[in-house]
């Protein structure tokens, strides 16, 4: 069985600071790492994805990816209370097609 | 602009009615997915489908079965709805490979059993 880990939260942080969010998969053959963005009460949208070792910087957003420790992390800069939310890890395996498993996501409050 | 759509966003049925929930995406992407989710035990994966009249069971097949007829649609049913498949429900599409890997989801569909 795939897992992909991550500490529920809530993790609570003041505006303007770091919210650093972390993710463990158990499968080594994992190929494509997401995050998303879950506002409660919608679906999720794709914030970041990262297919190799390594840090992708997207406005805000960093991605990190170490695949040797199996751990991802995402990194939101200055953060705003529009950032609250449920941050979903996605890890993509092969399975005959490109097969997601999800954390069961972080829950980061921004406080003004 | 990429959409998928769900044909629900909310419905109540009772114990042992036939459910269908209808998805449909735009993106032309071979494969789709349906998800339940459930407050502290995140998105589990019932079905997906990576092509046309291709169906592969998820983590949690039971009591389901979906319909891939044509590319744009894939259907989740519930044979005889049960109280403990009072959830919401996420349809997502998504392409091969690469960044076309990326899951784009439907709004969802809140299913009330009673």
């Known amino acids: 069985q795939k897992e992909v880990e991550q500490n529920s939260g809530p993790l609570s942080v003041p505006e303007g600071a770091i919210a650093s969010l972390n993710c463990t998969y158990s499968?080594?053959?994992?190929?494509?790492f997401f995050w998303y963005r879950q506002y409660s009460g919608k679906s999720p949208e794709l914030i970041m994805s990262?297919?190799?070792?390594g840090d992708k910087e997207d406005g805000r957003f960093t991605a990190q990816l170490n695949k040797a420790s199996q751990y991802v992390s995402l990194l939101i800069r200055d953060s705003q209370p529009s950032d609250s939310a449920t941050y979903l890890c996605?890890?993509?395996?092969?399975?005959?097609?490109?097969?997601?498993?999800f954390g069961r996501g972080t829950s980061l409050i921004v406080h003004p | 602009d990429v959409k998928v759509t769900q044909s629900s966003r909310y419905l109540v049925k009772r114990t042992g009615e036939k459910v269908f929930l209808e998805c449909v995406q735009d993106m032309d992407h071979e494969n789709m997915f349906w998800y339940r989710q459930d407050p502290g035990l995140g998105l589990r994966l019932i079905y997906f489908s990576y092509d046309v009249k291709m169906k592969e069971k998820g983590d949690i097949p039971e009591g389901y079965s979906v319909s891939r007829e044509k590319k744009e649609r894939f259907s989740l049913i519930l044979e005889s709805a049960s109280t403990n498949q009072t959830s919401m429900y996420l349809c997502?599409?998504?392409?091969?490979?690469?960044?076309?890997?990326?899951?784009?989801f439907g709004p969802g569909t809140r299913l009330l059993v009673l």
């Open positions: 499968d080594r053959g994992s190929q494509s």
């Open positions: 997502a599409s998504s392409g091969l490979a690469g960044t076309q890997e990326t899951q784009y």
């Open positions: 996605a890890v993509n395996s092969w399975g005959g097609s490109y097969i997601p498993t």
């Open positions: 990262i297919y190799s070792n």
